[in-house]
């Protein structure tokens, strides 16, 4: 009987598995000899020493840490610490939270004297900072907080002009106007573009009609809707009466400001149908509702008109050519929320991780007989769970910080270049931070044992008010896709030595 043939491929096989874990032991215990003479000199090792202690001057790498914005964060934090009626409790009923969380809110703003819209366009980096200070209040406030001033007010002053920014700014600064954001539908949330809401032009009356023309088309998880809101941006397509065969004319989706409330009553207007979103999984602070319009009759004045406007006689004109221009246009004005998201989803990591590393310093599990136990932060196992997530907030504090700092730049400049890099920056790290973010606040709870799973240390409250963060403010599939659309239109420009040391590294 014939014995079988070696396999060729075997040992070159063998080889590069050597080379591959040789490669990877020096990461381990790095060896300088292959270095140059002139730069091992410069190079050593130390050892690692546990019995040394590492001093570390906290108050300078908190004041480091926090940035310029940190007065007034202390500010806000001392207002409610000062406010124990304020604080949210670990128990607390849906319709008693939303109530909390407005006065909350009006709190803030009509006591402490905290203005945070005056700081959007102008000041984006101190809105963020208190945004940050609150959101460790109470997530629901900070979510709240946003959809009155970033969404809401913002897609005032973003997408409308002075008229509007002269009729309604006060109202939204003082929380008069409390307001509503309304574009996602019950049948439509990412595809922004395929709305079905309609506003049609009368050029008889001068006005615009706002309708929901099926069920499909209601506006959905509208916050401030359900209670609060007195106003709503509501974004449709705007269909304009022309002499042809067609006899309408679909301009794209614009917004539209409607009033849903009686500013003295509150009770709904006329033709305005709202339904309750009722209890969620978390942000139960938040009142989420349901819009449905039946032919509410609004001003001409009432279209922001920023990037497209309709003249008396039923004349649409835009300094942008195209449907697809005015429609990223607009959405490019409300990237800042996506950017408040990223930054806040940092806020509760930095937070939960907090709250793990304190508790493992201190529990103490196991150790040699009759000696006292050691903490558990001292356990390798522990270690990896908790110290790359550390190193990681740190890393993701300073790339939320830096799109801070380059969307105050394009707030500023409107630089074109700066928009997109913006749009692609906001999209790609919203949606990494707020997974990783999901996955760690899982950790942490772990982390911390049995302890971990008592409401009070809030890692419960923490995952569920998050966790629609990988939702809302674009889907995080979505947004990186978005985000590798963009790298493929950069690619000619891009440098490849990095990559090519990478694929040789796992070639081996």
Request: with cysteine; charged share 20%; aromatic share 8%.
């Amino acid at each position: 009987m014939q014995s079988p043939q070696p396999d060729p491929t075997a040992g070159d096989e063998s080889q590069a598995v050597s080379r591959r874990i040789q490669r990877l032991s020096l990461h381990l215990t790095p060896n300088h000899r292959h270095l140059q003479n002139d730069t091992a000199q410069q190079l050593g090792l130390v050892e690692c020493a546990k019995a040394a202690k590492l001093t570390v001057d906290t108050s300078s790498l908190s004041n480091y840490m926090r940035g310029k914005h940190r007065e007034i964060q202390d500010r806000v934090l001392d207002y409610f610490n000062k406010r124990p009626e304020l604080q949210t409790p670990v128990e607390i009923l849906k319709d008693d939270h939303r109530e909390l969380c407005m006065k909350q809110l009006v709190g803030l703003v009509r006591e402490a004297g905290f203005r945070p819209f005056r700081y959007i366009v102008d000041e984006p980096a101190k809105y963020f900072a208190i945004l940050e200070a609150v959101g460790s209040v109470d997530m629901s406030l900070g979510i709240k907080m946003g959809v009155q001033y970033s969404l809401w007010g913002g897609s005032v002053l973003n997408l409308g002009t002075k008229k509007h920014k002269d009729m309604y700014f006060d109202g939204i600064d003082n929380l008069e106007y409390p307001g509503c954001f309304a574009m996602t539908e019950l049948h439509h949330g990412s595809n922004v573009q395929g709305l079905q809401t309609v506003a049609t032009f009368d050029p008889i009356t001068d006005e615009f009609i706002i309708d929901t023309p099926n069920d499909g088309a209601i506006k959905w998880w509208i916050g401030n809707a359900a209670v609060h809101g007195k106003f709503a941006t509501v974004f449709a397509k705007l269909m304009l009466p022309t002499r042809d065969t067609k006899g309408i004319t679909d301009m794209g989706v614009h917004a539209f400001i409607v009033p849903i409330r009686d500013l003295k009553t509150h009770q709904t207007l006329p033709g305005i149908e709202i339904q309750d979103c009722g209890h969620k999984v978390g942000l139960n602070g938040v009142d989420n509702g349901a819009l449905r319009f039946r032919s509410v009759r609004i001003p001409r004045d009432n279209l922001l008109n920023r990037f497209g406007d309709v003249s008396r006689d039923g004349k649409y004109t835009s300094s942008l050519p195209s449907i697809n221009k005015r429609f990223a246009a607009t959405l490019g004005e409300l990237v800042g929320g996506r950017v408040g998201l990223a930054y806040s989803s940092v806020s509760v990591l930095k937070v939960a991780a907090t709250i793990a590393i304190r508790y493992s310093l201190l529990r103490q599990q196991f150790g040699p007989s009759k000696q006292p136990e050691v903490s558990i932060l001292d356990y390798q196992s522990q270690q990896h769970k908790l110290m790359p997530m550390l190193a990681s907030t740190y890393a993701f504090h300073f790339a939320t910080s830096h799109l801070v700092e380059k969307y105050s730049e394009m707030k500023k400049s409107h630089d074109e270049q700066l928009v997109g890099d913006i749009h692609s920056l906001s999209a790609g790290l919203k949606a990494y931070v707020t997974a990783y973010t999901a996955k760690s606040l899982s950790i942490c709870r772990e982390a911390c044992g049995g302890h971990g799973y008592a409401s009070v240390n809030r890692f419960g409250s923490l995952r569920n008010d998050h966790d629609i963060f990988q939702t809302f403010e674009g889907d995080n599939t979505v947004l990186l896709q978005q985000v590798l659309n963009k790298s493929h239109s950069l690619r000619p420009r891009l440098e490849f030595s990095i990559l090519f040391y990478d694929l040789e590294f796992f070639r081996g």
